[in-house]
Nanobody, 120 residues
Framework: VQLQASGGGLVQAGGSLRLSCAASGRISRINRMGWYRQAPGTQRELVAQIISGGTTLYADSVKGRFTISRDNDKNTVYLQMNSLKPEDTAVYFC???????????????WGQGTQVTVSS
């Protein structure tokens, strides 16, 4: 399974960006899709997550500003980021929990990371 993330960039505070992460390869189902971020000198942290039933989870720091969504037909997860702040600056990674064949194990996959920089 390969993950291709895109959509990062440089934006001014208050602006918006939309991240995408598309999975390809042998996939039976994707149980969980999420976005993490890591700023220099910090640990990777969960930003948002969506499970197969549609339930979402957000870090407190992004609630009300970020929205995670998924397109099951395209095996793609999105992160719409609005009202961006300089403290949102980080490398953003997508993370998918994939089952490749029926009754097979669930495996974690990570995207390559995309840089988001918010200027003040």
């Amino acid at each position: 399974v390969q993950l291709q993330a895109s959509g990062g960039g440089l934006v001014q505070a208050g602006g918006s960006l939309r991240l995408s992460c598309a999975a390809s390869g042998r996939i039976s189902r994707i149980n969980r899709m999420g976005w993490y971020r890591q700023a220099p000198g910090t640990q990777r942290e969960l930003v948002a997550q969506i499970i197969s039933g549609g339930t979402t989870l957000y870090a407190d720091s992004v609630k009300g500003r970020f929205t995670i969504s998924r397109d099951n037909d395209k095996n793609t997860v999105y992160l719409q980021m609005n009202s961006l702040k300089p403290e949102d600056t980080a490398v953003y990674f997508c993370n998918l929990a994939v089952v490749q064949r029926n009754w097979g194990p669930e495996l974690d996959y990570w995207g390559q990371g995309t840089q988001v920089t918010v200027s003040s």
